[in-house]
């Protein structure tokens, strides 16, 4: 006996929250772990999921994914933010980038700086002072051994998984194909013993990850775990999804146009564009949101728009008994900013920081749900920041945004910055002060007040400091080269 009593790992599903989890597992602690992965040709994936955020680069790097072959593989491009296109008023136009605005202090961020600028009559725009927000504008990307550009990818969800499979199984992961028709429990304690496919194969394990995607095949239907719903605060609940031909060069950022009830996206790959449309079905009949997409994407359809729906909540405990539920399984923030990969991937790390080997622990897994459920709660806050701050009343939809009551977290949030510009990272939250600052601003926040330390400035220093920050990015992405030039570049096949 060597006291590991989980060694047998099922992971039920093959989506891209299948694929990665079996990617990760296999390659960190494959000499520990058995696992299998079921997964349906037949059901298919969802095939949406095409936007990322620059935390996919760190655990590609756990997953000694070399960026070149990731990108070719999966036909990526970069991206360096989100375009919000009329969200707080129609003609509205700010971009939440990846990277750092202008030089902050121990003492107060650089946009109190940017304000005192703006109080005494000049400064420009905030995001004059950020490289990765002028790159994205400008349409131009380049990176390297010593580059500093905060960026992530666009890519194809259906290579991204073929891609991830083949690494799991070069990495030992067994792949069954079949539908589950089943799941058998310990009549006892509850706990899953194993999945029973339609084919009759049986497939027994100690820990079973959930990964059916919005089915919830173990975690809900078996284990009947429960959900929050939080669609009173994220009231979209649809999307069509339809791929068309690219049309133009790719541009380094996603695009999220709002329209009147919802938002529309457009994400550019190497050989094609990824778009949908996000609707409320209270504010929008399906057949106007299917018609509205087709009327605004550019490029030639490749297939009928898909219409997928969604609920916009938690899962009440992600990991209960002897199953975790990763991705659309374990609960769904709607995708205005991209989050769902990320959480997949943080949510595969912490299980490998606190893998079971010793069996199943009621406060191990009672901190594995606290530390999900803390991080759910702050994507979702930042989401709800884009809608509520809306001065759009030209729907019922937009209406509704305005006028909603908040999380209590978000109001002490928002008051915080409109009173003083104070914003925050708290632990265990994923966006930065200057993703809050960027939207908060981009959403028409004026703060009343802001720190005073650059009132210590002598008079001209100010101007001077704030003028050599937008000197100095300029000269920058003027010698970069264009987004599509360098990606052609980097992702040509090596002779
Ligand atoms: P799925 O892709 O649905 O996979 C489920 C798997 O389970 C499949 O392999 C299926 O065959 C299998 N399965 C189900 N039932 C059975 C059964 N009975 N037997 C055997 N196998 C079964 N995320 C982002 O990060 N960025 C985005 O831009 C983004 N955009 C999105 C847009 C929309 C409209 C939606 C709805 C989601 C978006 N997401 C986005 C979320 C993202 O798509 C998912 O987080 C990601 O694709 C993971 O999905 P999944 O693997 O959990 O589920």
């Known amino acids: 006996m060597d006291g590991q009593v989980v060694r047998k790992v099922v992971i039920a599903g093959g989506g891209t929250a299948g694929w990665l989890a079996a990617a990760a597992l296999s390659k960190q602690l494959g000499g520990l772990l058995d696992i299998t992965l079921v997964e349906s040709d037949e059901i298919g994936t969802i095939g949406v999921g095409e936007s990322t955020i620059p935390t996919v680069r760190a655990f590609h790097s756990l997953l000694g994914i070399d960026e070149q072959d990731f990108m070719r593989a999966t036909q990526s491009s970069f991206k360096l933010g989100i375009v919000f296109d009329d969200w707080s008023r129609v003609g509205d136009h700010y971009l939440h980038s990846f990277g750092v605005l202008g030089k902050s202090t121990w003492m107060a961020d650089f946009h109190h700086f940017w304000l005192q600028a703006r109080a005494e009559g000049f400064g420009g725009e905030i995001g004059d002072y950020c490289f990765e927000l002028q790159a994205a504008k400008a349409g131009k990307f380049a990176t390297g ?19 991830l499979r083949a690494r799991s199984e070069a990495d030992g992961v067994k792949r069954v194909e079949g539908k589950i028709a089943r799941v058998a429990q310990d009549a006892e304690t509850g706990f899953i013993q194993s999945l029973v496919l339609e084919s009759g194969q049986i497939v027994p394990g100690d820990l079973f990850i959930d990964c059916t ?7 809900e239907q078996t284990l009947q775990t429960g959900y929050e719903d939080w669609g009173h605060w994220l009231t979209t609940n649809g999307a069509y999804a339809v791929q068309t031909e690219s049309v133009g060069p790719a541009v380094p950022y996603t695009r999220a146009i709002a329209h009147q009830a919802g938002w529309r996206w457009r994400i550019p790959l190497q050989h094609r564009v990824g778009n949908g449309l996000v609707f ?17 994407i550019e490029g030639e359809p490749l297939f009928d728009p898909r219409l997928i729906r969604y609920r916009t909540g938690a899962r009440r405990k992600v990991w209960n008994r002897n199953c975790i539920a990763l991705g659309l399984a374990s609960g769904f923030i709607e995708p205005l900013e991209s989050t769902s990969i990320h959480l997949i991937m943080i949510a595969v790390t912490r299980l490998m920081q606190s893998f079971p080997f010793n069996g199943f622990d009621e406060a191990l897994i009672d901190r594995y749900n606290q530390l ?8 979702r806050d930042f989401v709800i ?10 729907s019922a939809f937009w209406q509704r945004c305005r006028t909603m009551e908040l999380p209590e ?6 008051a915080l910055f409109r009173e003083n510009a104070q914003a925050y990272q708290a632990s265990d939250e994923l966006f930065r002060v200057d993703s809050w600052v960027q939207v908060m601003l981009g959403q028409r926040i004026e703060p009343r007040g802001y720190h005073h330390l650059a009132r210590l400035m002598p008079p001209g220093q100010l101007r001077q400091a704030l003028g050599d920050l937008k000197t100095g990015i300029s000269g920058a992405v003027a010698k970069m080269p264009s987004h599509q030039d360098f990606l052609q570049r980097y992702c040509a096949t090596a002779a």
């Open 280 to 296: 409320s079905s209270d504010h929008m009949a399906d057949e106007d949101a299917k018609a509205l997409l087709l009327d605004q």
């Open 213 to 219: 995607g919005f089915r919830a095949l173990l975690i």
């Open 145 to 163: 051994e010593n580059s500093q550009i905060n960026y992530a990818y666009h890519l194809d969800a259906t290579l991204y998984a073929r891609f």
């Open 372 to 379: 999900s459920r803390t991080e759910l709660e702050g994507v």
């Open 385 to 394: 920041l884009h809608y509520c701050l809306t001065e759009r009343d030209d």
């Open 409 to 414: 977290s978000l109001v002490r949030r928002i």
